[in-house]
Structures are given as structure tokens and as C-alpha cells.
């Protein structure tokens, strides 16, 4: 029987590898990490977050570019990082591009009583992508509407809107629990209660309601909420494997305060190797054919003793 989590022992996650795997992880340094890469797996390093944050948003803008008529195209991005997305607000002020081709996916919502948060929840992110992206970019610039896709409760049409143009590119940030969108491990239950599912079993998952892991809440509440647990929804609506695979490119931005040393490095060693393991999802991205991950040099920090 595999062992039970350190964090929680009715879910699955990262703690539950073998020792082997998060020890060579831990190995990895700064010097070392380019040395990962693989055809199919890019790494990049950005020594000042001013670089880090402007190739970020300079991504947006280079899908945005693409768009045609006859060629609609869009990328799916997150809340988290956010501190690209005034960014791209500017650039495309400054260089009067035009979105009227382009689309946008939103990765995920939080579900508050039932429902997708809306404009007037604190931690949306449909709220936030407004606030800090689209409501800046000026009226004339801006895509239309209906070419904003954001997941509902009932994901339905947000899943029948990714047939409606190519998504070029899909932009993340990594969770704790080495998630991309709140794609978290699953509960230690039902069918699931000795072993995890299967890399093939979690990739047929499509957009769809989630229960998040205890590490997930934490995470947001640190980052998001200055701790309040209490005001972080236990569920929400995320984009899935399914969609991601659709995506041809899928770029990763690891700036060190959303996961910490040792996940950045776990996910490094678990795709460059490609070790596909539900328990650690970012690891499913073994299998996709375009991966790429960012990192701010001064975020990638060391997995030493340092004792605070």
C-alpha cells in the first residue's frame, strides 16, 4: 500500500511518492536546471522579475497578433500570476492591436453556494481578469465579449467555446500541490482509496466542478487573503486535461511565491523525465508536446537546511 499523505491522509498528493523521486528532485540548483530539458520541455531563466513579468505578458500579445479572421486564435490564462496582466493591458494600448479576432479562456472560478463567483466576489477571477487586463485595454482595442470565455457552475458552453478557435497557448502558474488551474490530486476514497488514478484516467478529465485540497486553501489564502482561510471558497470550476491538450503550447511561470523550492524542482524532474503520476497533476505534462517553464532566478531559492 502506498503511504498516506503528510498533509492530509483522505487525499492524495506529493508526499505520497516515492522517497527516490523527491530526493533526486531536491538535487536540482540553479546551475543545474537548463540541463533538464528535453525536445518537447523548454526551460527558461529571467534574472530580474521586470524580465520575468514583460516575457509573460509579451506571450499574451504574441498569440493576440496571430488572430485573423479566417484565423481566430486565443490563449487560456490564470490568476496567478497576476502581475503580468496590466502588462498586457499597455502593450496593447501602446501598439493599437486590435482583439477583434482574438479569444480568451479563463482557467478557472471559485463556486460560492452553488454558483460561479460573480463581478462582486473579492478573489474572482473572472473579476480579476477584468480589473487588471480587459477593462484597461481601450473600448475600441478590445475583443468582444462573446470571445471572453469564463467556466459557470455548468461548464457546457465554456467547454463547446474551445471549438470556436485555436488556443495557441495555454499560461499557468504551479499551485502546492504541483496543480495547473485547480486541477488538484484527488480524494483518498471510493475507487481511489489504494491507488490514484492512472496518468490515462486524470487526462480524460474536462473542464468540471472540483472539492480543492487542504493545501490548495492554504495556498490561496496566503497569497490572495493574507491568511483568512475562512473567506476561501472549498470548491471551484477548472478548465481540464482535456482542454489542455487542445492548448498546442503550455507555458509555466514560476516566479517563487506560489510554490516553494522543492515544487518548482519536483515538477522540473518528474516532466523532464517524464514521470507521468497523478499525484503530482503538473506532472501529467510529461505527455503533452510543447511544455515550457519559467523561472525568476532569485525565486527558485534552495532545498539546504535554513533554519529561521
Avoid at 23 to 46: Q, V, W
Avoid at 112 to 141: Q, S, T
Avoid at 177 to 191: E, I, L, M, Y
Amino acid at each position: 500500500m502506498k503511504p498516506f499523505s503528510k498533509i492530509s491522509p483522505d487525499w492524495w498528493d506529493y508526499t505520497t511518492l516515492d522517497r527516490e523521486i523527491l530526493d533526486e528532485a531536491a538535487k536540482i540548483t540553479i546551475d543545474t536546471l537548463k540541463s533538464y530539458e528535453r525536445p518537447g520541455f523548454k526551460i527558461n531563466i529571467f534574472d530580474t522579475l521586470q524580465e520575468f513579468y514583460a516575457a509573460e505578458a509579451l506571450e499574451y500579445v504574441k498569440v493576440w497578433k496571430q488572430a485573423t479572421p479566417s484565423n481566430p486564435v486565443g490563449l487560456c490564462g490564470p490568476i496567478g500570476p497576476t502581475e503580468q496582466l496590466p502588462i498586457v493591458a499597455e502593450i496593447v494600448n501602446a501598439l493599437d492591436i486590435n482583439l477583434k479576432n482574438c479569444h480568451f479562456w479563463g482557467m478557472d472560478e471559485w463556486i460560492v453556494d452553488g454558483k460561479a463567483a460573480d463581478m462582486n466576489f473579492p478573489l474572482g477571477f473572472a473579476k480579476a481578469d477584468m480589473e487588471l487586463c480587459f477593462n484597461r485595454i481601450r473600448p475600441e482595442l478590445r475583443m468582444p465579449m462573446e470571445n471572453l470565455h469564463f467556466p459557470s457552475e455548468d461548464p457546457t458552453e465554456y467547454i463547446k467555446s474551445w471549438d470556436q478557435a485555436r488556443c495557441l497557448l495555454m499560461q499557468g502558474g504551479q499551485g502546492e500541490t504541483k496543480h495547473w488551474a485547480f486541477n488538484d490530486p484527488v480524494k483518498r476514497a471510493g475507487q481511489y482509496k489504494d491507488e490514484p488514478p492512472t496518468p490515462e484516467e486524470y487526462r480524460k478529465l474536462s473542464t468540471r466542478q472540483v472539492e480543492l485540497h487542504p493545501i490548495t486553501l492554504i495556498q490561496n489564502a496566503r497569497t490572495s487573503g493574507g491568511g483568512t482561510v475562512q473567506n476561501v471558497p472549498t470548491s471551484a470550476v477548472t478548465v481540464g486535461p482535456v482542454q489542455t491538450w487542445k492548448a498546442e503550447n503550455v507555458s509555466i511561470w514560476h516566479p517563487g511565491h506560489h510554490d516553494n523550492p522543492f515544487g518548482q524542482r519536483l515538477t522540473t524532474y518528474m516532466i523532464s523525465r517524464k514521470i507521468a503520476d497523478s499525484r503530482v497533476p503538473m506532472s501529467l505534462l510529461s505527455d503533452h508536446p510543447s511544455v515550457i517553464f519559467n523561472f525568476y532566478r532569485g525565486g527558485f531559492g534552495v532545498c539546504g537546511v535554513e533554519m529561521h
